[in-house]
């Protein structure tokens, strides 16, 4: 809504900006107590006497130049309203080209114009010259020869040339024209060159419709040119403003019958009568004012009609009145010339009359302007805000000017573009006008208003939980941050000892250790959060933690066990330290968990190369690692000393064993009656590897047996079939 209310009010300005209602605008004194005098310099402009104001300048910066014909200086008013002199020291004189303006005398200064690079020109009437004050301040002559005489000729160096300096201006391209007191306009090309461009020399009135270089004319006093290089000309003593197209070089009246009076308001401006118009300029949006002299008025020509009304001026009788009225309504005293600021207000040289205290004065012409108020931070803040509002102008500083700033409608503050309050309150409505500070205290500007929104203010809160109350010497734990008025994106920070930057978010997972503070810090964004940060610490109750520990020992309380035989059953149990009330155990056989084996022993048959360990996981308060992997057992065949087996058909005893896959049989059987016994060979699943045959003597065996290298190393089961029955024998192949 603020933006399209500021959209609306720059809109507006421009609007007014190029359209503006003179009708509507008011006039005011900016310099000149009305004495004809020189004094002032160093203090308040409006208290400074004046002589005959002849022209005025502004620069973009709105220091406001006036030239002073009778006291020979050149006087500037800074936008606060103080003035000084920039050049002349109230002598006539001709010196101070190459130095400071300050240093330098002037004769009879009659027009003052800006070139398009900023510097300031000066017609020196009496010396016969057109001076240059650049943007250092220094001045230099940069048209005629400083010798009085007839014109003496075109297409010379501007600087050998005769002129006589009246009014002066510049076109868009830096070109400089002077309407000469030879009856001539000249023009100054970039280059330094001056030729002619109106009149042939004679005193009189003719050639309207023809070539202007063959016009005659009296008095051209004011020249200046539009955006399209067509020359418009103040013949004064002819009351006539003259333009000479751009285009044709043809000169026709533009304004005024060449008949002396005051007549033609609404009407054409060809038709209406002019009296000693003494200035001609270019209003900023293209028209053509007139500086009316002798009917002490300024009126303007609508550029798109050619209609002539006054903007300035009620009577024809000169005098001094009307500040802080309708410009129409003022009365002036034979004005000289208008300038215009970068804003649009319009300034102007109200010359005066001679032994009276009427004119003597710069005057302004300005609309009511609009104050743009802007609060900083803003209109919408937060309970117990300091809040300081600018008054800006949109129009261009305004001199000679005071503040009153308005609270809910009853004055708070004054004499100055601020207001600060450190008590606003929800609804309160801030406005500011201007005023002129020396001629009645009339109103120069309004503002716009400003209704204060004030929120209430909020506290960020901040609590801090864990996953458990008190935790273990380097176990990993997790906090939580809870926010309170946190705003849709806040910050939170979390610290070590307050300096060690641990992570952000919400959450924080690390290893306490015993003595660890821990603070988090959230930053709120939420509206009117005060303060908008909060931090909460935390010491951490950190219990000394201790490992989980499990070894595993046997009867014989060895890691390496040596088997009396094949198929001993042997128990390992485990050696337990801070394991808790609840311990779980994974017992693991050659690397391969062992189901159901989940307490903290067992007993298995060995029958081989074998490795155990178990892994335990403590229910410890404090295990840190709760979890630990015991020492290995290894199982470790050792020598079978396998007996003869005795039974009712005899016995038997196999050698070597272990064996390599190659050993002897021997023994006896008192039921074999020559029979050959049948021998088979099997793993301990019973898988054939081998059989044979093998002759019995007397009962007696006694053979050698080799499978080969058919039989991986391992245990084996040798079966010996006879009359009497089965014998079984176990043996080992080591390789």
């Not at 900023?118 to 002559?141: C, F, P, Q, W």
């Not at 009620?314 to 410009?327: E, I, L, N, R, V």
């Not at 155990?585 to 159901?596: C, E, L, S």
């Not at 074998?610 to 308060?621: E, H, I, N």
Request: net charge neutral; with cysteine; glycine share 12%.
């Amino acid at each position: 809504m603020k933006k399209h209310l500021i959209k609306s009010l720059l809109l507006a300005f421009v609007a007014c900006m190029h359209g503006t209602v003179f009708s509507q605008q008011i006039i005011r004194t900016i310099a000149g107590n009305g004495v004809q005098a020189y004094s002032g310099d160093g203090g308040p402009a409006i208290l400074a006497e004046i002589g005959n104001v002849y022209s005025v300048a502004v620069n973009d910066s709105g220091y406001v130049f006036s030239c002073d014909n009778y006291f020979n200086n050149i006087r500037k008013i800074t936008p606060n309203g103080s003035i000084s002199t920039l050049a002349g020291d109230g002598y006539p004189g001709f010196y101070g080209d190459g130095g400071p303006a300050t240093a330098s005398r002037v004769s009879s200064p009659f027009s003052l114009a800006y070139d398009p690079y900023g510097n300031l020109h000066i017609a020196d009437a009496a010396n016969y010259v057109i001076r240059k004050v650049d943007r250092s301040e220094i001045i230099t002559t940069v048209a005629g020869n400083h010798t009085t005489g007839y014109f003496n000729g075109n297409g010379i160096a501007a600087l050998a040339s005769k002129i006589g300096a009246s009014g002066i201006a510049f076109d868009r391209y830096g070109n400089l024209y002077i309407a000469d007191g030879n009856t001539r306009v000249r023009k100054v090309d970039v280059s330094g060159i001056i030729t002619t461009v109106a009149g042939n020399g004679t005193v009189g009135f003719g050639g309207n419709g023809g070539q202007a270089t063959s016009a005659s004319f009296d008095g051209p006093v004011g020249v200046c040119v539009d955006t399209a290089g067509n020359i418009y000309i103040a013949d004064k003593n002819n009351n006539q403003v003259r333009k000479v197209s751009a285009a044709t070089g043809i000169i026709t009246a533009y304004a005024g019958t060449s008949t002396s009076g005051f007549s033609g308001d609404g009407g054409q401006a060809t038709a209406a009568k002019v009296n000693g118009p003494n200035a001609v300029r270019i209003d900023p949006q293209g028209n053509l004012i007139v500086v009316d002299q002798n009917n002490n008025r300024i009126r303007k020509v609508t550029k798109s009609t050619g209609i002539i009304t006054t903007i300035v001026g009620s009577t024809s009788a000169g005098g001094f009145a009307g500040d802080g009225g309708p410009a129409t309504a003022a009365i002036t005293a034979f004005p000289a010339d208008v300038a215009w600021d970068r804003f649009g207000n319009m300034f102007i040289a109200d010359k005066g009359q001679a032994s009276s205290n009427n004119g003597h004065r710069v005057r302004e012409v300005f609309n009511i302007d609009t104050l743009h108020l802007t609060p900083s931070p803003s209109d919408t803040i937060c309970g117990f805000a300091h809040v300081t509002y600018t008054a800006h102008e949109m129009k261009g500083k305004h001199y000679l000017s005071f503040y009153k700033w308005k609270l809910n409608g009853n004055v708070v503050a004054g004499n100055s573009p601020y207001y600060y309050s450190d008590s606003v309150r929800n609804g309160d409505v801030i406005t500011c006008s201007m005023y002129d500070s020396s001629a009645g205290g009339f109103t120069i500007a309004v503002s716009d208003t400003i209704r204060m929104t004030v929120r209430p203010v909020v506290i960020p809160g901040l609590t801090i939980t864990a996953t458990e109350d008190t935790f273990c010497d380097g176990r990993p734990i997790t906090l939580t941050a809870h926010g309170v008025n946190v705003g849709t994106s806040p910050v939170y920070k979390w610290f070590l000892f307050g300096s060690t930057l641990l992570g952000t978010g919400t959450t924080l997972t690390y290893s306490p250790h015993i003595g660890d503070i821990i603070t988090c810090r959230l930053i709120s964004n939420a509206v009117c959060a005060y303060p908008d940060s909060v931090s909460v610490a935390k010491t951490m109750i950190v219990n000394t933690s201790h490992p989980a520990v499990i070894s595993l020992m046997t009867a014989l309380t060895d890691t390496t066990i040596n088997l009396h035989y094949w198929g001993e059953h042997i128990n390992l149990f485990s050696q337990l330290t801070f394991e808790g009330s609840h311990p779980t155990f994974q017992w693991y056989k050659n690397g391969v968990a062992m189901h159901g084996d989940t307490t903290r022993s067992i007993g298995d048959w060995m029958y081989g190369n074998d490795t155990f360990y178990c892994v335990m996981r403590s229910s410890a308060r404090c295990a840190v690692p709760d979890v630990d992997t015991s020492n290995k057992v290894i199982i470790s065949p050792g020598r079978l000393a396998v007996n003869s087996l005795q039974n009712t058909g005899g016995s038997f005893t196999l050698l070597p064993n272990p064996n390599n896959g190659s050993f002897s049989l021997k023994g006896i059987t008192n039921a074999l009656n020559g029979n050959d016994a049948a021998i088979s060979i099997t793993d301990m699943l019973g898988k054939v590897y081998f059989q044979t045959q093998i002759p019995t003597h007397n009962g007696k065996v006694d053979a050698t047996i080799n499978p080969g290298n058919i039989l991986p190393d391992g245990m084996y089961l040798l079966h010996i079939v006879h009359e009497q029955g089965v014998e079984t024998l176990h043996f080992v192949v080591e390789r």
